[in-house]
């Protein structure tokens, strides 16, 4: 093992920087169209209902799940700028489809749908990022760099949706550029910059990214994925097996994070339009600017925790950020006695229908639910056909807003010291293959997450539904108790340097 030279550290910061620029173009492919998708579909297929807007949403997560073990794989065996390239390049010509989903004649949604899936497709490149940032910093490094890392994603996210209301301006006519039958309008041009943003990443892989990697003590090591005839053998550091029950132990917390924030943001509009008797329009502009809120409260955590994490350590900071989620979705519980305002429609002359004797017995409210909708006014507070609403308790407005704040504040905790322990159990192994099954769990809790609520939160209401999550999370905490021992770095487990 040689001495790292300034210039190997230089060009190695350089090499991880462009990791992180990656991260967070990946989240932006994500971000910058979500607030349109519904009313692009609409424009370009009537034929498409609320329903389908849920698989092309969905889609984006599938495609990641699903090409995330198999860049890993790649990134394991070959130069990571392979696997880089290509699902950036993937990324691009998605980005060039869902701009042209207009042209055809026919099954318009089915083009947007496999645009969204292929994006998400190409975002499977955050496992060969995460395995790169593992393998090229040193233990005491790691943490810092995951925290960016996730910094950078949760910037995207954040300012995806904030390209895409600049892009309204451009209107939903835009112009046409006729020689290539391509609308430049409000729905497109966000896309394009998408796609115009991932050339330059590429050309940037190519220019300035390097194999690097260092061993925990951060001492320079040859690459395992430069050329294989100099590197048949792992460093001896190498030798051990990976403590897989960590592993799978690590992979079941990431889900359990996954979800239990999937569930945050997809239950965040319907839950304030029930108890607050928000209109749709107030739900997404109040909700808009609470989840801005969290987010950059999100980017805060994230460089607070790799000082903190200095002091304490990742598997506590790890349980106390679980610990802030449980008291985040505990105080979330219905526990006064008003109850949400029902949603009655207005009543108007003839407007109650006929009724049998039998039929005549039934409640009022149950009469109420058959009327026919006033289109004067939008109808708001908590849905008659909701049985739930006559007897749970009102969420208050004090504890929304509390919970966001603890949720928002455990998420990002608990998402860094996820990624930065199993980095760190991995050791000098090649990480891409793991990196990718831990991505591929990540997706799965958020296809899972919003199917769970939307179909628990309808029937059973918000106590069945946050009585659940937080089942869920002691369940994670039982877990982390159980092998809290055993999340140690693969050279403290083997004794090569002290914890």
């Not at 190997?8 to 910058?32: A, E």
């Not at 890993?72 to 989903?101: H, K, Q």
């Not at 006064?336 to 003839?350: R, S, V, Y």
Request: glycine letters at 8%; aromatic letters at 12%; one cysteine or more.
């Amino acid at each position: 093992d040689a001495v790292e030279t300034p210039e190997h550290y230089k060009s190695r910061w350089r090499s991880i920087w462009i990791m992180y620029l990656t991260m967070f173009l990946s989240s932006v492919g994500f971000s910058i169209v979500i607030m349109s998708v519904w009313p692009y579909l609409q424009k370009i297929d009537p034929t498409a209902d609320a329903s389908f807007l849920g698989w092309i949403i969905a889609s984006y997560s599938i495609g990641q799940m699903v090409a995330s073990p198999l860049f890993g794989l790649w990134s394991n065996y070959r130069p990571r700028r392979e696997p880089l390239v290509v699902s950036t390049a993937i990324s691009v010509a998605a980005n060039c489809l869902y701009a042209y989903v207009h042209v055809p004649h026919s099954h318009n949604k089915y083009y947007m749908l496999t645009a969204r899936a292929l994006v998400g497709f190409g975002a499977g490149n955050v496992a060969v990022v995460r395995s790169y940032i593992a393998g090229a910093t040193s233990l005491t490094e790691r943490t810092s760099a995951m925290a960016n890392t996730s910094a950078c994603q949760a910037v995207g996210f954040i300012l995806g949706p904030v390209f895409q209301t600049c892009f309204t301006l451009i209107g939903e006519e835009g112009v046409t550029w006729n020689l290539v039958h391509l609308e430049l309008n409000m729905y497109t041009v966000p896309v394009l910059f998408g796609a115009l943003l991932g050339v330059i990443n590429i050309i940037l892989i190519f220019a300035i990214f390097r194999e690097h990697r260092v061993d925990d003590l951060g001492r320079q090591c040859k690459s395992i994925n430069s050329d294989r005839e100099e590197n048949d053998v792992l460093d001896q550091e190498a030798e051990g097996n990976i403590d897989h029950v960590a592993v799978v132990a690590l992979n079941f917390l990431f889900f359990v994070i996954l979800f239990v924030f999937a569930v945050f943001e997809t239950i965040a509009t319907p839950l304030t339009m029930d108890m607050y008797s928000w209109t749709r329009k107030e739900a997404v502009f109040y909700n808009g600017i609470i989840l801005s809120v969290v987010g950059i409260e999100s980017v805060i955590v994230f460089m607070v925790v790799k000082m903190l994490s200095k002091r304490t350590g990742e598997r506590a900071i790890l349980h106390g950020g679980l610990l802030i989620v449980l008291v985040g979705f505990f105080i979330l519980l219905p526990w006064g006695k008003k109850l949400p305002n029902i949603q009655w429609q207005e009543i108007k002359n003839n407007s109650i229908p006929r009724t049998t004797p039998t039929e005549t017995l039934m409640p009022y409210w149950n009469l109420q639910a058959t009327w026919l909708p006033s289109n004067q006014t939008e109808p708001v507070g908590c849905p008659i056909t909701q049985s739930w609403c006559r007897n749970t308790p009102l969420i208050y407005l004090a504890q929304y807003l509390s919970s966001d704040v603890l949720i928002g504040l455990g998420y990002p905790v608990c998402n860094v010291m996820s990624y930065t322990l199993y980095s760190k159990i991995l050791g000098p192994k090649p990480q891409g293959v793991y990196m990718g099954w831990l991505t591929a769990s990540g997706s799965g809790a958020r296809i899972l997450g919003p199917v769970f609520v939307s179909q628990v939160y309808t029937h059973l209401g918000p106590r069945w539904a946050f009585s659940l999550i937080c089942g869920v999370v002691v369940l994670s905490l039982l877990v982390l108790e159980i092998v809290y021992k055993r999340l140690i770095a693969f050279s403290v487990r083997y004794g090569r340097m002290q914890e």
